[in-house]
């Protein structure tokens, strides 16, 4: 060894083939930094792939970035992995992408992380789907930003599912909207909760909708209220009917009154009864009427009695007869007088009996005379004591004779004596003689003069005996 360490660089470089191939590795690595520096390309290339890879690390290290570039691919992939993993970072940027493509997959899951974070984009490029793939998740966590970024949407693809889900969310973050919209399906799947939860909204807000579209439902039950909030309504109504459902009620709760409002009302639709009945009143009384109108009759009445007063006199006022229709006894009884007020006449023509019979005493006493009016026959009848005995003078005067000959007896029976007096002569006449039998003595007693002209002939007779306590306090 210490002849061979003697020998000049012109000795080596004169050195036939044969000769060359015949020093051992020991003679080799007693070379020094001179000699191997002086050494041609060529000379080294004659080396034999077992004296290569038998050069030290600390020797392998003393090689110029000329005569490493110049190693041909037999000799470089005759590099062991404890020689691969010594490469300085100076000699390894050196490295042509011819090089590393011919890499062996060992040799490539050999690298460093420091070495792999010293790779140029286009040095990453060139390793080659199947060195790419070879990455190891520490390795590919070791990528920088400017790296990560550097790499086409193409050569993303290349990377694994385990690969990709091995990404940090730092990395995730760094990731441009080319890049995050060109993964494929299969990659865009395989993103943990964890990595979806830490996207940014720049990002998330740069979603297309094809993109969004391909979350998985637990992808996209993972995305933050703050990343919720950052969907474009385009972006919402761009996601499936599965997607929507999936959304927990703090998820859409996070949704703002103006991303609500630009929901199409089929995506309204999508949501559960459970998500529909957790919106908040901000976000009930923001409904627009069109919205509010095409819900669902399962939707609408999935609404708490809280939500129905959060709707407000406008959108009452504006929901349709059908839509009206759908509330059930529960929602209408907790509708506020001043929301009953608004209700329309021809609303209140097409109340439902059942919800004729919800409308508690404060509501009925607020009806309008011209609601009062208004109420069908079928209403009219359903009307109980109760809900008749609050009804004031004037709501009595609107009455018309239809709906007077609705009233039950019993309703009839029960009206207080001041209430009585306020029926006009024309709905007194309009009395069956059923219906006028029905009277207290109490209330014959204060029957107007004017009342007791109006009755017929028929209804007289009726009376019998009664006939006596006509108007005697009237």
């Not at 219906?435 to 204060?446: H, P, R």
Request: proline letters at 0%; hydrophobic letters at 40%; a negative charge.
């Amino acid at each position: 060894t210490t002849q061979v360490a003697a020998l000049t660089v012109a000795q080596l470089n004169g050195l036939g083939t044969t000769n060359l191939d015949e020093l051992s590795t020991t003679q080799l690595n007693s070379l020094t930094t001179a000699q191997i520096t002086g050494i041609s390309s060529t000379t080294l290339n004659n080396l034999s792939t077992t004296q290569i890879s038998g050069l030290s690390t600390t020797k392998l290290n003393t090689l110029t970035t000329v005569e490493l570039n110049a190693l041909g691919t037999t000799n470089l992939t005759a590099l062991s992995t404890t020689q691969v993993a010594a490469i300085s970072t100076t000699l390894l940027a050196a490295m042509s992408s011819t090089q590393l493509n011919n890499l062996s997959t060992t040799q490539v899951d050999a690298l460093t992380t420091t070495q792999v974070a010293s790779l140029t984009t286009a040095q990453l490029i060139a390793l080659g789907t199947t060195n790419l793939d070879e990455l190891s998740t520490t390795q590919l966590n070791a990528l920088t930003s400017a790296q990560l970024r550097g790499l086409t949407t193409a050569d993303l693809n290349e990377l694994t599912t385990t690969q990709v889900s091995g990404l940090s969310t730092t990395q995730l973050n760094n990731l441009t909207s080319v890049e995050l919209n060109g993964l494929g399906t299969t990659n865009l799947d395989s993103l943990t909760t964890t990595q979806v939860a830490g996207l940014s909204t720049l990002q998330i807000q740069a979603l297309t909708t094809t993109t969004l579209n391909n979350l998985t439902t637990t992808q996209v039950d993972a995305l933050t209220t703050t990343q919720v909030a950052s969907l474009s309504t385009v972006q919402l109504n761009g996601l499936s009917s599965t997607q929507f459902d999936e959304l927990s009620t703090t998820q859409v709760n996070a949704l703002s009154t103006v991303q609500l409002r630009g929901l199409t009302t089929n995506d309204l639709n999508e949501l559960t009864t459970t998500q529909f009945a957790s919106l908040s009143t901000t976000l009930i009384s923001n409904l627009t009427s069109v919205e509010l109108n095409a819900l669902t009759s399962t939707n609408i009445q999935s609404l708490t009695t809280t939500q129905v007063l959060a709707i407000g006199t406008t959108l009452v006022a504006a929901l349709s007869s059908t839509e009206l229709n759908n509330l059930t006894t529960t929602q209408l009884s907790a509708l506020s007088t001043t929301q009953v007020t608004a209700l329309s006449t021809t609303d209140m023509a097409n109340l439902a009996t059942t919800q004729m019979d919800a409308l508690t005493t404060t509501q009925v006493q607020a009806l309008t005379t011209l609601q009062i009016a208004s109420l069908n026959s079928l209403d009219i009848a359903e009307l109980s004591t109760t809900q008749a005995g609050v009804l004031s003078t004037a709501q009595i005067k609107s009455l018309n004779t239809t709906q007077i000959m609705q009233l039950t007896t019993t309703v009839i029976s029960a009206l207080s004596t001041t209430q009585l007096r306020a029926v006009t002569t024309t709905d007194i006449a309009a009395l069956t003689t059923t219906q006028f039998s029905s009277l207290t003595t109490t209330q014959l007693n204060y029957l107007t003069s004017a009342q007791i002209g109006a009755i017929s002939a028929a209804d007289l007779n009726s009376l019998g005996t009664n006939i006596s306590a006509l108007g005697l306090l009237g």
